[in-house]
């Protein structure tokens, strides 16, 4: 018999070892991961048992009457162990309906987790959203590298990377993220936008899990031109932020960073994602930047949004 209840911090350790070892969580469904904006959304995450034993957790939070998995998050659908199958999957989403509704919730706004970020397959929620009623809300655009396979760089990106390398471009790790949130501030300021971490996030987030948030910087005798901060999740390897300085762009030293990453330092791993090219809920294709990332072979996958009226 599986039941549902509400998370409390006193779970926060078997909350974290159940996304060690579930199918689709990783880094972002930890709860030192998600609790750093704590402030910013009222948490109403479920727990899901068996005799006792966490078999699933499902990462929320609530505003009014709506509750969203989660919104601090990129995407923290219902997050699993090989212990939920198909009709039990069934069973926690009529629960976890009936919780919500109780609450005076009208509708969960669903962000299911990208099939590649899957150890193992764990779609059983989208089958479940099918027969509840739920339906594709938003669709955004990411851009993904299956390392496993043969890599195609367009002659453009190869010529960019050699162009770096004779002119003195090296890759290291960043010890302090401090100049790279500057540069990476001023690249989104132009554009009127912003990073979504404050510096004083990005350090404590780093702090925290310094073998998964890695900032990979390119430099020319100690000069910042370009930064990716990866985040290490096991089998796939994302870029949360990149960006470039003036001299960074003309000697294409992010293109040198990115090859040196995918050809070396993550070469190992089954995927490289670079994120969304997607603006105004997925209405919009930023065709600029995702042709930036499909020069290095990359390809789509995308990240779906359901609405699931209750």
């Excluded at 930047?289 to 359901?306: S, T």
Aim: with cysteine.
């Amino acid at each position: 018999m599986f039941t549902v209840r509400p998370y409390a911090k006193a779970d926060a350790n078997a909350w974290d070892a159940l996304v060690e070892r579930s199918r689709n969580g990783n880094l972002l469904h930890r709860r030192g991961y998600m609790d750093y904006h704590a402030d910013r959304f009222v948490d109403c995450s479920l727990i899901a048992e068996r005799d006792g034993e966490v078999v699933a957790v499902f990462p929320a939070d609530i505003r009014e009457n709506l509750v969203t998995s989660h919104g601090g998050l990129t995407y923290a659908g219902l997050i699993t162990t090989q212990a939920l199958r198909a009709e039990s999957t069934l069973a926690v989403f009529e629960q976890i309906g009936d919780h919500y509704r109780a609450l005076g919730v009208e509708r969960v706004i669903y962000k299911a987790v990208p099939h590649v970020f899957h150890a193992y397959p764990a779609e059983e929620d989208l089958y479940a959203l099918h027969r509840l009623g739920a339906r594709l809300k938003r669709r955004d655009l990411s851009s993904v590298i299956p390392l496993r396979e043969t890599l195609h760089f367009t002659q453009g990106r190869k010529h960019a990377v050699d162009k770096a390398r004779k002119a003195g471009v090296r890759l290291q790790v960043g010890a302090d993220p401090a100049a790279f949130h500057a540069l990476l501030s001023g690249v989104l300021g132009r554009h009127d936008t912003r990073p979504a971490h404050s510096l004083h996030e990005l350090r404590m987030l780093q702090a925290s899990f310094p073998q998964q948030i890695v900032l990979h910087e390119a430099r020319r005798e100690d000069v910042l031109l370009a930064g990716v901060l990866a985040y290490d999740f096991g089998r796939v390897v994302h870029t949360q932020y990149m960006a470039a300085s003036e001299e960074g762009r003309r000697v294409d030293a992010l293109s040198f960073l990115l090859a040196e990453l995918i050809v070396g330092v993550y070469a190992d791993r089954a995927y490289f994602s670079f994120g969304i090219s997607t603006e105004q809920e997925g209405r919009v294709l930023n065709g600029g930047l995702i042709a930036q990332k499909e020069y290095f072979g990359a390809r789509a996958v995308v990240h779906d949004f359901y609405e699931w009226p209750l």
